[in-house]
């Protein structure tokens, strides 16, 4: 991929290893700024380990992650948080109400959601204000997937990580987060990097896509090398999972 535009997320041959297993293997690569890039690749290539990377979940065994210009290890655990947010496919939510799910990240910190931010907030991802101070439990799918995505924008994150996040929701509802995701994206110029196993769905949202395979980065380049693979085992991938 060319690397003409400015870096988000910038890795420098990263390795990672997890109870005697190499999960992720001399990655080096970026992530454009304001732009959406969707990871795609057979299970287990290691792109979750790679998002746990990203936001300090984890630490990588070797090589250097940068956010925009700062490495990495610059960060508080709290404050890298701030800059890159992670929505996953399970939106768990926290019992009690929706409020008190928006408000979680601020509480963490020691801080206040006032009332109309979290209406705000409850807008912007296409839920009615009303919602507010219903029992997260009682909400369906695809709404708890949009609080788990006005959550984590309650940080106003630089790097918004989106793992499988629509992978267990009904079309209607996927094709909901996807417009909420491309809204989000060029309101905020937010830099969203989505994990899909839907090619289909990384081909028409992803402007860059990034293809792993056995813990290594294989392919890289404009999400249109999913239609022509250059790489053999891509094309392979590819083939598979279309056919």
Same mark, same amino acid.
């Given at each position: 991929?060319?690397?003409?535009?400015?870096?988000?997320?910038?890795?420098?041959?990263?390795?990672?290893?997890?109870?005697? #297993?190499? $999960?992720?293997?001399?990655?080096?690569?970026? &992530?454009?700024?304001?732009? $959406?890039?969707?990871?795609?690749?057979?299970?287990?290539?290691?792109?979750?380990?790679? &998002?746990? @990377?990203?936001?300090?979940?984890?630490?990588?065994?070797?090589?250097?992650?940068? $956010?925009? =210009?700062?490495? *990495?290890?610059?960060?508080?655990? #709290?404050?890298? !948080? !701030?800059?890159?947010? +992670?929505? @996953?496919?399970?939106?768990?939510?926290?019992?009690?109400?929706?409020?008190?799910?928006?408000?979680?990240p601020?509480? /963490?910190?020691?801080?206040?959601?006032?009332?109309?931010?979290?209406?705000?907030?409850?807008?912007?991802?296409? /839920?009615?204000?009303?919602?507010?101070?219903?029992?997260?439990?009682? @909400?369906?799918?695809?709404?708890?997937?949009?609080?788990?995505?006005?959550?984590? @924008? #309650?940080? !106003?994150?630089?790097? /918004?990580? /989106? =793992?499988? +996040?629509?992978s267990?929701? =009904?079309?209607?509802?996927?094709? =909901?987060?996807?417009?909420? +995701?491309?809204?989000?994206?060029?309101?905020?110029?937010?830099?969203?990097?989505? *994990?899909?196993?839907?090619?289909?769905?990384?081909l028409? $949202?992803?402007?860059?896509?990034w293809?792993?395979?056995?813990?290594?980065?294989?392919?890289?380049?404009?999400?249109?090398?999913?239609?022509?693979?250059?790489?053999?085992r891509?094309?392979?991938?590819? !083939?598979?999972? #279309?056919?």
């Amino acid at each position: 991929m060319t690397t003409s535009y400015q870096a988000a997320v910038q890795f420098n041959q990263v390795d990672y290893s997890a109870g005697g #297993v190499h $999960i992720l293997k001399d990655i080096t690569g970026s &992530f454009p700024e304001g732009k $959406i890039t969707t990871l795609v690749g057979p299970s287990g290539a290691g792109k979750t380990t790679l &998002f746990k @990377l990203c936001n300090g979940l984890k630490s990588p065994d070797a090589g250097e992650i940068y $956010i925009k =210009d700062t490495n *990495i290890e610059s960060y508080e655990p #709290v404050e890298l !948080r !701030r800059h890159v947010g +992670i929505a @996953l496919q399970d939106a768990t939510m926290i019992s009690g109400s929706v409020m008190q799910n928006l408000a979680m990240p601020l509480a /963490l910190q020691g801080k206040q959601l006032p009332d109309e931010n979290a209406k705000e907030f409850l807008r912007l991802v296409g /839920l009615d204000e009303g919602f507010l101070y219903r029992n997260s439990k009682d @909400l369906s799918g695809g709404q708890r997937q949009k609080l788990s995505i006005a959550r984590t @924008l #309650v940080n !106003r994150p630089e790097v /918004l990580l /989106l =793992d499988e +996040i629509t992978s267990s929701l =009904d079309r209607v509802s996927q094709q =909901d987060i996807e417009s909420l +995701i491309r809204k989000i994206n060029q309101k905020y110029g937010t830099t969203i990097i989505w *994990i899909t196993h839907n090619l289909q769905q990384a081909l028409t $949202i992803g402007e860059y896509t990034w293809v792993m395979m056995d813990g290594e980065v294989v392919e890289t380049g404009k999400s249109e090398l999913l239609n022509a693979p250059q790489n053999e085992r891509v094309e392979h991938f590819v !083939r598979g999972q #279309v056919e």
